[in-house]
T-cell receptor, first 112, second 113 residues
Framework: DAKTTQPPSMDCAEGRAANLPCNHSTISGNEYVYWYRQIHSQGPQYIIHGLKNNETNEMASLIITEDRKSSTLILPHATLRDTAVYYCIVGPSGAGSYQLTFGKGTKLSVIP | SAVISQKPSRDICQRGTSLTIQCQVDSQVTMMFWYRQQPGQSLTLIATANQGSEATYESGFVIDKFPISRPNLTFSTLTVSNMSPEDSSIYLC??????????FGQGTRLTVV
């Protein structure tokens, strides 16, 4: 079973920041938080991942709480092309453990 | 990142037949996986394709139904055998390269009639 809880859906106005929350209260010390998204009819796309520090790349920022029990993915300026299902996934930590367990994700709709 | 080519992109098959899906990666990768996404559902891991040895299947998936080959570090196949309408899904190949992030193919959309 997925170790994460996400809201089933969210709306965001185009040009505004999209903040997608994720709860992972049972995360273990060596597990990472990964975010992927799946645009309709495409394979999932890797966005970002982190262990305990906040991370930023060209696509998004990842904010992880100090206790690591929750995180937020931030898309700073959402566009219509960001409409997708966003998956928050705990693990893998490497060392042979690379399988992903997908939950239901959050369906983000970016509205003009 | 890795570029993954999956073939076919879609197919419509008769029940009782088999379909082999190919996954080609543009570079050698450590790990290859096969996932299934049933209509309106999330992704479920079928198996890990091991190079030079038998695949490792997840609970609920068996080799007779989903035989997998991985002859080298850039190629794998998944066969869906003796198909029924319940096998209608998107089948996705995924790879992990130098890091821990995974990359996915565009999927094979299978309809069994």
């Amino acid at each position: 079973d997925a170790k994460t809880t996400q809201p089933p859906s969210m709306d965001c106005a185009e040009g505004r920041a999209a903040n997608l929350p994720c709860n992972h209260s049972t995360i273990s010390g060596n597990e990472y938080v990964y975010w992927y998204r799946q645009i309709h009819s495409q394979g999932p796309q890797y966005i970002i991942h982190g262990l305990k520090n906040n991370e930023t790349n060209e696509m998004a920022s990842l904010i992880i709480t100090e206790d690591r029990k929750s995180s937020t993915l931030i898309l700073p300026h959402a566009t219509l092309r960001d409409t997708a299902v966003y998956y928050c996934i705990v693990g893998p930590s490497g060392a042979g453990s690379y399988q992903l367990t997908f939950g239901k994700g959050t369906k983000l709709s970016v509205i003009p | 990142s890795a570029v993954i080519s999956q073939k076919p992109s879609r197919d419509i098959c008769q029940r009782g037949t088999s379909l082999t899906i190919q996954c080609q990666v543009d570079s050698q990768v450590t790990m290859m996986f096969w996932y299934r996404q049933q209509p309106g559902q999330s992704l479920t891991l079928i198996a890990t394709a091991n190079q030079g040895s038998e695949a490792t299947y997840e609970s609920g998936f068996v080799i007779d139904k989903f035989p997998i080959s991985r002859p080298n570090l850039t190629f794998s196949t998944l066969t869906v055998s003796n198909m029924s309408p319940e096998d209608s899904s998107i089948y996705l190949c995924s790879v992990v390269g130098g890091g821990t992030e995974a990359f996915f193919g565009q999927g094979t959309r299978l309809t069994v009639v």
